[in-house]
Nanobody, 120 residues
């Protein structure tokens, strides 16, 4: 099992920035990718960004150029730097872990979620 603990959500004005963190522990040898999903009220969950153990990244079109995913392998921690935030970025953000394919089709591990609210 892998445990994921997120932090860094909050309330920010449009145009502002937030950084989310997610620390992984447990059987981390079983995963080769981590990422973030988000779910806004009344909407389906959306894959936001993925980063592999090798450092390859993928982003949703809606966040390209504004969000950056990174990782600190020594700390088993992944970050999501969110800049130029928009009200439509308001959602609960979930940290995920698994294989790269799992993160795309259905992550094996989920964090508890952290609320991000962007006011206009």
């Amino acid at each position: 099992q892998v445990q994921l603990v997120e932090s860094g959500g909050g309330l920010v004005q449009a145009g502002g920035s937030l950084r989310l963190s997610c620390a992984a522990s447990g059987s981390i040898f079983s995963i080769n990718a981590m990422g973030w999903y988000r779910q806004a009220p009344g909407k389906q969950r959306e894959l936001v960004a993925i980063i592999t153990n090798g450092g390859s990244t993928n982003y949703a079109d809606s966040v390209k150029g504004r969000f950056t995913i990174s990782r600190d392998n020594a700390k088993n921690t992944v970050y999501l730097q969110m800049n130029s935030l928009k009200p439509e970025d308001t959602a609960v953000y979930y940290c995920n872990a698994g294989t790269q394919i799992e993160l795309i089709v259905g992550p094996r591990y989920w964090g508890q979620g952290t609320q991000v609210t962007v006011s206009s």
